[in-house]
């Protein structure tokens, strides 16, 4: 069938198709590579609740910089791991290194926040995540109440019985969840109210689309996890009209250019101090003052 229909196509495009196959393969060998060396990174992104003044969170980002490629985007090389399979030990290692970075800013006297990790729909179909996760939980000393899980919508369009068990397996354990990129997702809103979760994140396309066509979507939605009890961020905040927006609008967290770039580890430890420097002591806060 190929042959006959699509000969003078496959002919056209074959040069393209195998250097695009060729590269693919060799940055999926290459990232096999860098997992294995511990050559990816985390970068940082800070999260600040909008009525306590105070950062609450840090989003774990992961980066690869290739010696040779240069920077590769998560955009790039996340859809890469998941198709290979190569997102199971990219994943973990993601687990094991926020968690390790976070009791050293502990060490450091600098804690109070919470650290989020993303978490695929394929890592959630690994069985074995619950017990990885306890037992990095357990090897690192982190409380488990300072480690969220960020998931996609897209993960209720699947199974959603065996992901609402796990999902309580993970919650009953004191870790966070949060679903990610909400409103994108297309996903059965039905099962919103029957998982254990914690958190709403809006999508930045709908920040961004404020002033305008943002504006109903983003005060829907903190209504909706309001009512649900979640917590509401938004991420992608870039400017002052967008935060101000929100703030009024009730949004809980903000996250965004707006605030802070993903840092390095270094970066967001500096940042951490600047932030506990300037919140005002309890101490000097009187009692009937809210
Ligand atoms: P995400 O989880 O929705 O993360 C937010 C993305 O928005 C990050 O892109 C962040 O750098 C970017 N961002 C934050 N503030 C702003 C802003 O004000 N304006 C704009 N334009 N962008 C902003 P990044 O780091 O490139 O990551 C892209 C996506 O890759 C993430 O989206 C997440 O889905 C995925 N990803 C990143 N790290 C991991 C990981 O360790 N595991 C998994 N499974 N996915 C990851
Ligand atoms: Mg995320
Ligand atoms: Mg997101
Ligand atoms: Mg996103």
């Given at each position: 069938?190929?042959?006959r229909?699509?000969?003078?196509?496959?002919?056209?495009?074959r040069?393209?198709?195998?250097?695009?196959?060729?590269?693919r393969?060799?940055?999926?060998?290459?990232?096999h590579?860098?997992?294995?060396?511990?050559?990816?990174?985390?970068a940082?992104?800070?999260q600040?609740?909008?009525?306590?003044?105070?950062?609450?969170?840090?989003?774990?980002?992961?980066?690869?910089?290739?010696?040779?490629?240069?920077?590769?985007?998560?955009?790039?090389?996340?859809?890469?791991?998941?198709?290979?399979?190569?997102?199971?030990?990219?994943g973990?290692?993601?687990?094991?290194?926020?968690?390790?970075?976070?009791?050293?800013?502990?060490?450091?006297?600098?804690?109070?926040?919470?650290?989020?990790?993303?978490?695929?729909?394929?890592?959630?179909?690994?069985?074995?995540?619950?017990?990885?996760?306890?037992?990095?939980?357990?090897?690192?000393?982190?409380?488990?109440?300072?480690?969220?899980?960020?998931i996609?919508?897209?993960?209720?369009?699947?199974?959603?019985?065996?992901?609402?068990?796990?999902?309580?397996?993970?919650?009953?354990?004191?870790?966070?969840?949060?679903?990610?990129?909400f409103?994108?997702?297309?996903?059965?809103?039905?099962?919103?109210?029957?998982?254990?979760?914690?958190?709403?994140?809006?999508?930045?396309?709908?920040?961004?689309?404020?002033?305008g066509?943002?504006?109903?979507?983003?005060?829907?939605?903190?209504?909706?996890?309001h009512?649900?009890?979640?917590e509401?961020?938004?991420?992608?905040?870039?400017?002052?009209?967008?935060?101000?927006?929100?703030?009024?609008?009730?949004?809980?967290?903000?996250?965004?250019?707006?605030?802070?770039?993903?840092?390095?580890?270094?970066?967001?430890?500096?940042?951490?101090?600047?932030?506990?420097?300037?919140?005002?002591?309890?101490?000097?806060?009187?009692?009937?003052?809210?």
């Open positions: 069938q190929a042959k229909n699509g000969r003078n196509a496959f002919e056209l495009f040069p393209e198709m195998n250097q695009r196959n060729e590269h393969l060799r940055l999926r060998a290459e990232l590579k860098a997992i294995e060396q511990g050559a990816l990174e985390l940082y992104q800070p600040l609740a909008i009525a306590a003044d105070r950062v609450v969170g840090l989003e774990a980002l992961a980066r690869w910089h290739h010696p040779e490629l240069g920077t590769i985007p998560p955009s790039e090389f996340i859809p890469l791991a998941e198709e290979s399979g190569l997102i199971l030990p990219l973990r290692w993601v687990i094991r290194a926020a968690c390790r970075q976070m009791m050293l800013w502990q060490a450091q006297g600098l804690d109070g926040f919470r650290v989020a990790v993303n978490v695929s729909v394929r890592q959630m179909r690994d069985a074995q995540l619950p017990e990885f996760i306890d037992a990095t939980l357990t090897a690192s000393g982190l409380a488990p109440e300072r480690l969220e899980l960020e996609t919508e897209s993960l209720l369009l699947e199974n959603a019985e065996a992901h609402i068990a796990l999902l309580q397996r993970l919650h009953a354990r004191g870790i966070r969840l949060s679903i990610d990129d409103g994108t997702g297309f996903s059965s809103m039905a099962y919103l109210p029957r998982l254990p979760l914690d958190q709403l994140k809006i999508d930045g396309s709908f920040v961004r689309e404020i002033p066509d943002g504006e109903a979507i983003t005060t829907a939605i903190i209504a909706m996890a009512q649900l009890r979640l509401v961020v938004a991420e992608g905040v870039e400017d002052a009209v967008q935060f101000e927006y929100l703030r009024q609008a009730g949004c809980d967290v903000l996250q965004g250019y707006l605030l802070s770039r993903p840092l390095t580890p270094d970066q967001a430890g500096d940042f951490l101090r600047r932030d506990v420097a300037s919140a005002v002591p309890a101490s000097a806060v009187a009692p009937a003052a809210h």
